[in-house]
């Protein structure tokens, strides 16, 4: 089970750190995503780590200012939001997957290769 949290309403070029808590699985051995959606928009990818937390992409238009953690001991993956844009604003949603295979062939940019969701946390950033 995944639990995200963190979201809120923040003025541009502010900050937020959305967390994605961990349950019933053993958490070293997922990769974890971050994945947005904006209304009327299709699901997009913003970020993802990999197991052992030495393999981070990103989507241009987050890279330089999202930074993707995760803390094994606690069972947490981080998302944390710098200089946020009124672009920014959507809800996010936190994924994990056990499935080495998908993940390396979409350098984990796929929400296919995910086996498992958060229910979303909404993030809003006025301008």
């Known amino acids: 089970q995944l639990q995200a949290s963190g979201g809120g309403l923040v003025q541009a070029g502010g900050s937020l750190r959305l967390s994605c808590a961990v349950s019933?699985?053993?958490?070293?051995?997922?990769?974890m995503g971050w994945f947005r959606q904006a209304p009327g928009k299709e699901r997009e990818f913003v970020a993802t780590?990999?197991?052992?937390?030495?393999?981070?992409y990103y989507a241009d238009s987050v890279k330089g200012r999202f930074a993707i953690s995760r803390d094994n001991a606690g069972n947490t993956g981080y998302l944390q939001m710098n200089s946020l844009k009124s672009e920014d604003t959507a809800t996010y949603y936190c994924a994990a997957t056990g499935r080495a295979s998908p993940w390396y062939q979409s350098y984990g940019r796929e929400a296919g290769a995910y086996d498992a969701w958060g229910q979303g946390t909404q993030v809003t950033v006025s301008s």
């Open positions: 780590i990999n197991w052992s937390g030495d393999r981070k």
């Open positions: 019933g699985r053993t958490f070293r051995s997922l990769a």
